[in-house]
């Protein structure tokens, strides 16, 4: 089983896999070569950004996942701090992505907007580290149930999951396009802070339901969740 900094480096690592892939379709909008299904060239390079905002902590919790591993991926010591950690590395690496973003844009950034004030003014900053740990947070949250509470885990947050992109998509375009405000800020900072508090039983129920028993680990596998004392029902939750 790899160490909590091995773990570390390998959620650091697939957050700048994300970051220089997704990167590079923010220039292909730009050059105007990506095209919708329907064969329509996308033009607007901002709300493209807002779109890969979100789609990059999505890809990032599933690119955790790991099947060949007992734990499937996420650990079963030390997951709390491992999410938390991760969740700020891949933070610190958007934020980055975000920077190298305003040079990639060119003409098409909206100079005086969140996503184009970002490297001046620091409201902005503020807004978009708050956007970030958000939705990184928030896919943490939905996600890791999904992956490790079995088949339960996986029906009871499908329909958060789809509300959150579509929620969220919208959330964040607007907020990227908005001129840096003290409404929008606190906004973000209070949906953070929401999403960074439930990161915590999260991680306490993820490593519950796993939690070594006898025959615990197959009937996870099977998308069972031990009932208390160990015995097998759907109370677990």
Known sequence: MPTWGNDLLRTLMHAAFLQVLFGATILLVRWRLLTSRSGEVIDDTQVWAAVVVLAIPLCWVFLQVKRSRPDSGFRRTGLLSLLLAGVAGATCCQLLAVLVWQLLMGPDLIADSVLGAIDEDPLA??????????????????????????????????????????????AVMWSVRMEPTWGLALGWAAATAAAVSLMVPVAHLATHVRRARPGTGARLDSGELPGPGGRQGGGGW
């Open 125 to 170: 900053f503020v807004i978009m580290l708050s956007l970030v740990v958000c939705v990184h947070a928030a896919f943490v949250v939905v996600c890791v149930p999904m992956v490790t509470c079995g088949t339960v885990g996986l029906l009871v947050n499908l329909v958060p999951l789809i509300g959150l992109l579509v929620g969220g998509i919208f």
